[in-house]
C-alpha cells in the first residue's frame, strides 16, 4: 500500500493563489479519503459521509477564502475535526445519533474501524477478481454469491451440469478467486 500524505498545504496556497487545475487535483484525492475516514470511524454511510465532508469543505473553504488558516501544514487534520464535526451535527439532526454510552464507545471501537477498513477492501478486491473471470466463470460463481445457500441439486438445474462438474467447477473458481485475491491483497 502507498502511504498517503497528510501535509495538504499546497490546497491551501493553490485556493488562495486561484490555481484552479492544482486545487482540483488535491481535492479529488483529498475528499475520498475524508469520506472514507466518516465511513470507518463513524459508522456513517457513504450517502451521509459525501453529504458531511462536502459541507465541511465548504466550511474550511471559506476559512482559507478569508485566509483565517494560521497553519496551512495542518489543513488536513481541520479537515478531519471540521468533518466529524459536521456528521455528528448531521446525525442529531437526522435523530439517528443514540445518546447510550454503548453506542458512543462503539463509534470509536478500533477494531470495528478496522474490521470496516477491512471489509470495504476486500469486496473491492473480490469485484476486481471476478472482473477478470471469463463471463461464463463469473455468471457461474455470481449464482452461488447471490444463493449461498444453493445446493448441489439446483445448480445442476439451472445450468445443466451433473453434480461432480458443479462441484468441480465451483471448486476450480473458488480456487482462482483465492489465488486472485491473495495477489492482489499483496501488491
Known sequence: MT????DYSEL?????SGDDAKAGELINEILPRLEDYLIVVMNAERNSAKEC???AFLDVFEQIRKDKIKESKYIFSYLIKS???EYLRYAKREHKFKYEEEALNMLYEPEEQIKNLLDNERQRILKECLEELQEKSKKFIEYFIDKPDAT???AQEEFGLSGANVRTRKSRILSRLHHCYKRKSNE
Open 3 to 6: 502511504k498517503s500524505r497528510v
Open 83 to 85: 468533518c466529524r464535526h
Open 12 to 16: 491551501v496556497e493553490a485556493l488562495q
Open 152 to 154: 448441489t441439486e439446483e
Open 53 to 55: 465532508v462536502q459541507q
